[in-house]
């Protein structure tokens, strides 16, 4: 995939006011009518304190109904408190009660588990057996919805792209359900939003929404193994791959089948590398295999000792897993 010219300025991509999604809507929708009542009210508060502030400098106050007078606007104000509180609270189940409702009948179901500092990616089929091993990027089909299940493997996270949905924590020895309908196609930015060790701001992610056909064509070529290895010189990457990589990173197809770091079967399909927060060019991944401590101090990966032809082979091997 190429990578969009934009993609690394976060204008509209990482954004609740420019919701993208049947949730981020809903809460879109409900916080522009709670800043217009809510500015409402306080412009009538404002209003009835300077109107107190002058009556009282008035010489001519004191009417002798001034103390019922006052009880009743004590009432009054009293009695539509509680009127907007109520209305509030309403809306605001039947806004979570609608949003929640998007998975009703998911068409789609994503485990998603928070890792320091990456995300895992588990898609699942109908009957709920996992297909296919990602990271770090989510897929899915315009006006569908999604069931994302979200987990985590260590500390608390919490999963958040603000175009789509509200936020909603990633806790060990839970599952947490997020209902995702997305309503336009484009790429998105999702942020981990729970303080969760000193490279938090750097696990980010990408959700791609796209048509169905779009969603189609990417989850069949994600299924599939990696191509087989036929040119000499990406043989020598392969090799050094094998020696160097794969105790944590899986290529499927290959003997490399390391499970804690992130599946690279497709890795140069995907717009980002080392947690979505460097875009996935071949001077960022460079940059990040030769030196990750580097970039992502305290990363689980390390900088692996390796000779420079060791370093450009396995570089050239890693940019064919589209
Ligand atoms: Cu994961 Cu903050």
Known sequence: MTIPERLF??????????????????VEWMWWLSLGMFAAVWLLVIAATLYAVRRRRSPHQAAPDGQVGAVRAVVVATGATVVVLLLFFALSLSVGHRAAGATAA??????????????EIHYLDARGNRILRTANEIHLPVGESAALVLESADVIHSFWAPNLHGKVDMIPGRRNVLALRPLETGVFRAQCAEFCGRQHAKMAMMVVVQS?????????????????VTERSLERGLHAFLLRCAECHTVRGTAADGREGPDLTHVASRLTVGGGFLPNTKGHLGGWIANPQALKQGSPMPQVAMSADEFSAILQYLGTLE
């Open 106 to 119: 998911p068409a789609l179901t994503v485990e998603v588990v928070g890792k320091q500092w990456w995300w």
């Open 9 to 26: 300025d976060w204008e509209g991509r990482q954004s609740a006011l420019q919701p993208a999604g049947l949730g981020a809507w809903l």
């Open 212 to 228: 169905r056909a779009g969603f189609e064509r990417w989850l069949a070529e994600q299924l599939e193994p990696a191509a087989p």
